[in-house]
């Protein structure tokens, strides 16, 4: 079965510390995989997908297929990085994403 | 910053009663999603479509139906058979086949009983 796991409901770090957001998938073949991001009052939002290889507000994850980790990292957290934040795997395609049960990031000043 | 809109924001059902939740998109996207969201729980598939005039349950289908009848419209309708239909309600919209397109979310549904 498919399946994301996120294992940190909650995760607090002070201001300029390192964050880590843990995401584990078992998903046969090769999935493709996101993360997404809910602030305070807005609408779920594409932080970052794992093709493109990019960094959106300091924010990169690395896929690491031996591990099945999709961890999502950034080396100085922000106050406006508090928020909601879902690891998502799909399968290539229209197929829907399965998303893990999601870590709330609160950043102490 | 439009693309996906659904109403009522929200919404708020008696006991018996079926209610309709609205999710219009007008990016053209073949692919939508009907989730739930309830705390800790995060998001569970309701219903999804791939193409007009077809559909197919997701995890947690029970209590829940939908049409397909347009492109652009996926209405999602609670009806008395869901116990417990106070939740938060998340439609999403999804491009063209194949690559990694990335789905598109609207603003949500609450829906509380009366």
């Known amino acids: 079965a498919q399946r994301v796991t996120q294992p940190e409901k909650l995760l607090s770090v002070f201001k300029g510390a390192p964050v880590e957001l843990k995401c584990n998938y078992s998903?046969?073949?090769?999935?493709?995989l996101f993360w997404y991001v809910q602030y305070s009052r807005q609408r779920l939002q594409l932080l970052l997908r794992?093709?493109s290889r990019e960094s959106i507000k300091g924010f990169t994850a690395d896929l690491n297929k031996g591990e099945t980790s999709f961890h999502l990292k950034k080396p100085f957290a922000q106050e406006e990085d508090s928020a909601m934040y879902y690891c998502?795997?799909?399968?290539?395609?229209?197929?829907?994403?399965?998303f893990g049960k999601g870590t709330r990031l609160s950043v102490i000043a | 910053d439009g693309g996906i809109t659904q109403s009522p924001k929200y919404l708020f059902r008696k006991e018996g009663q079926n209610v309709t939740l609205s999710c219009e998109q007008n990016?053209?996207?073949?692919?939508m999603y009907w989730y739930r969201q309830d705390p800790g729980q995060g998001l569970r598939l309701i219903y999804y479509s791939q193409i007009v005039n077809d559909f197919q349950k997701g995890d947690i289908a029970e209590g829940y139906s939908v049409s397909r009848e347009k492109k652009e419209s996926f209405p999602l309708t609670v009806t008395s058979a869901q116990k417990n239909p106070t939740a938060f309600y998340l439609c999403?919209?999804?491009?063209?086949?194949?690559?990694?397109?990335?789905?598109?979310f609207g603003d949500g549904t609450r829906l509380s009983i009366l």
């Open positions: 998903y046969s073949g090769s999935p493709e």
């Open positions: 999403a919209s999804r491009g063209l086949l194949g690559g990694s397109s990335p789905q598109h």
């Open positions: 998502a795997p799909t399968r290539q395609g229209n197929t829907p994403l399965v």
């Open positions: 794992h093709i």
């Open positions: 990016l053209n996207h073949d692919a």
